[in-house]
């Protein structure tokens, strides 16, 4: 395997008695899309401060592109583009040329640099709006500007520091595709922290859970629910029309069944937890005892549960 | 933008140059910057026109040792109805260098554009320094422009020749104006670095420069009053002394080391900035100085305001090279 593109070796970062990094640990490959998950205050931000050297760490080292972020932050900065969470652009200025400035502070040309200042503002949607001032932005307008901007320099890496925050569910759903895609067809590797589980879920390969400066757990979506999960197996909840007694006469009916571990009913709704996928089966057997079937649901483990698990953990 | 970029059609600039250039741009659009250039400029001419008024009475005076430095009589001669424009400067150039520099890191800070900003390939050191030289070369324009004015409407107005040695004196006022507003441009940059708050850090900036020009000699006075022995008391030599020490603690504040400076500057038959003996005093025959005599009076003035200034610039060095930058 290569040699991840982001590394990061026992880092730590107090800030007097409190440690907001504790002994971080963490690759990122060249390519990927990788989603650091946390509440509010887990040191998502720090991190990533630390990974563009703008803060110190107490302890340990980043590497970026192969440069050490505290030595050589300006070598860093060169290949990484950095959206950080609250997005400010010099308000009396117009976004083009908010952008020319970018443009001009990462060492392009005059000529060069409009040009692919159009061509951002084209890429994120905002050609109509790229002569007016940036004050009279809405948040969804400046987060596209934002990208754009990141984009400007042509990244390796682009980091996002909550890029959903504060955006609408259709604006959050085109921002997230659009990074999706740009990270695909350009081969940029995205590193975006949240604590928002579904956006996180929508594009992310992989994903890091951190909570209080450690990160708990890291991998994909599927690797993280069957580490997490694994032992409960399937679950299966069918939910009928009928109002089921308790106890349920056909209960004892179903424990024969093999694979079958637990049932538990909750009113109209009952949940089965097998240790094989017993779903058709299960259906069938509610048709043939004459009741109504409403939904049948197979349950997945997304973030949310996940994240539940860890945090009753805590 | 439009305007200025064909100006600086070069290829990929230096980042600080692309700053410098920015800031300026910024400064020269706000209201702040404009109102503070017309004050300034009004009083220039008001000053003006008042010592032209009294410039005929001045230069025929011959018991004046300066009386022939028309020019540093423009500058200096008034009939006190207002002060002469060296004076109003002392008190406007503070305000000049509180208002160009009092938000210049906080607000960026604020608005969330400083962290984009050092997210960018670019020296930290390069921000301050490009806040600082932008504002300081917009002030040395102005006041260039202003005594190049005076010298020429003198030139118009009067037809006298004009001394070397008045040139470089006034040119030597320029100097010291510029190195004046930079003390308190490099002071409020401090404070726009140690405070979040723009207003906090334009009040207390205003709060120092009140101290320095109102309550300073208001608290020496008194404590000289309570701590040092009654003068009726004391030999000629001892009374010396003790006005020395005065003065030299009068010499902490900025606007003393500033009015100290250009008075030796502007008049040219100015000796000594602190009191003399009469020994010293015989045999002196009251005629003005030449210019390099003058600088050396006003020498440990001048290294005190460039001392101040680098020792805040640094200080603001200090505070933000290691801060850690969120919005």
């Known amino acids: 395997m290569k040699d991840p593109i982001i590394q990061i070796k026992d880092l730590s970062k107090c800030y007097g008695s409190f440690r907001a990094v504790d002994e971080l640990n963490l690759d990122v490959h060249k390519g990927e899309i990788f989603g650091l998950l946390g509440p509010n205050g887990a040191g998502k931000t720090t991190t990533i401060l630390m990974m563009l050297g703008l803060t110190e760490p107490s302890g340990g080292s980043v590497h970026v592109c192969g440069y050490q972020s505290t030595g050589n932050p300006v070598a860093v900065k060169r290949k990484v583009g950095y959206m950080p969470d609250s997005l400010g652009f010099y308000d ?19 000529n060069e640099g409009m040009i692919r200042a159009l061509r951002m503002i084209e890429t994120v949607g905002l050609t109509a709006d790229k002569d007016k001032k940036t004050g009279t932005y809405s948040r969804g307008m400046k987060q596209r500007l934002g990208l754009a901007e990141v984009l400007i320099k042509e990244p390796e890496v682009i980091i996002l520091d909550e890029p959903t925050l504060g955006i609408d569910p259709s604006g959050v759903r085109d921002f997230l595709s659009l990074i999706k895609s740009l990270s695909r067809e350009q081969g940029i590797t995205v590193l975006l922290s949240s604590h928002h589980l579904h956006h996180v879920q929508q594009i992310c390969d992989r994903v890091g859970i951190f909570v209080k400066g450690k990160l708990l757990a890291q991998g994909n979506i599927d690797t993280l629910s069957k580490a997490l999960f694994g032992h409960e197996g399937y679950v299966t909840s069918v939910k009928v ?31 089965f937890t097998c240790s094989e996928d017993l779903t058709a089966a299960l259906v069938r057997f509610f048709v043939k005892e004459g009741y109504d079937v409403l939904s049948v649901h197979q349950k997945e483990y997304g973030l949310d549960e996940i994240y539940q698990k860890y945090f009753e953990a805590q | 933008m439009k305007s200025l970029n064909f100006l600086f059609k070069s290829s990929a600039s230096s980042p600080f140059n692309v700053m410098m250039r920015k800031e300026m741009a910024d400064h020269i659009r706000s209201w ?93 050191d390069n921000v301050l320094l490009a806040k600082f030289a932008s504002a300081l070369v917009l002030v040395s324009v102005l006041f260039l422009s202003l005594a190049l004015c005076m010298i020429g409407g003198g030139l118009l107005l009067t037809g006298v020749r004009m001394e070397p040695q008045e040139f470089l004196r006034i040119l030597g006022f320029v100097g010291l104006s510029i190195f004046y507003v930079a003390f308190w441009l490099s002071l409020s940059i401090v404070l726009s670095i140690r405070f979040r708050a723009a207003a906090t850090s334009a009040l207390s900036a205003i709060g120092i420069w009140l101290f320095f020009t109102v309550f300073y000699q208001v608290v020496l006075n008194l404590a000289i009053r309570s701590f040092l022995p009654d003068p009726a008391g004391l030999s000629p030599d001892q009374i010396l002394k003790y006005n020395e020490l005065i003065l030299d603690l009068l010499r902490i504040a900025p606007n003393q080391l500033y009015m100290d400076a250009t008075t030796t500057m502007l008049m040219p038959s100015v000796r000594s900035l602190g009191p003399m003996t009469m020994d010293q005093m ?38 933000f090279m290691r801060r850690e930058i969120r919005s």
């Open chain 2, 282 to 319: 015989a045999g002196a025959i009251p005629s003005p100085l030449p210019f390099t005599e003058s600088v050396m009076v006003v020498w440990p003035q001048v290294s005190g305001l460039i001392g101040a200034t680098v020792a805040c610039f640094a200080l603001s060095y200090f505070l």
């Open chain 1, 92 to 110: 009396q200025m117009t976004a083009l040329d908010n952008l020319m400035y970018i443009a001009r502070l990462n060492g392009l040309g005059e």
């Open chain 2, 32 to 124: 702040r910057f404009i109102v503070l250039i017309i004050l300034i400029v009004l009083t220039f001419i008001a000053s003006m026109y008042v010592s032209l008024a009294n410039i005929r009475s001045a230069t025929g005076n011959v018991n004046d040792p300066d009386h022939v430095f028309l020019y540093l009589k423009l500058l200096t001669t008034t009939d006190n109805s207002i002060p002469p424009f060296h004076v109003f400067l002392s008190f406007l150039a503070p305000l000049l260098g509180i208002s160009l520099g009092f938000d210049a890191i906080n607000a960026e800070q604020n608005s969330g554009t400083l962290t984009r900003l050092m997210a960018q390939p670019i020296y930290r």
């Open chain 1, 241 to 271: 029309a009928q109002e089921l007694p308790q106890p349920w006469p056909k209960d004892a009916e179903l424990m024969q069944w093999k694979g079958l571990e637990r049932i538990s009913i909750h009113g109209k709704e009952v949940e």
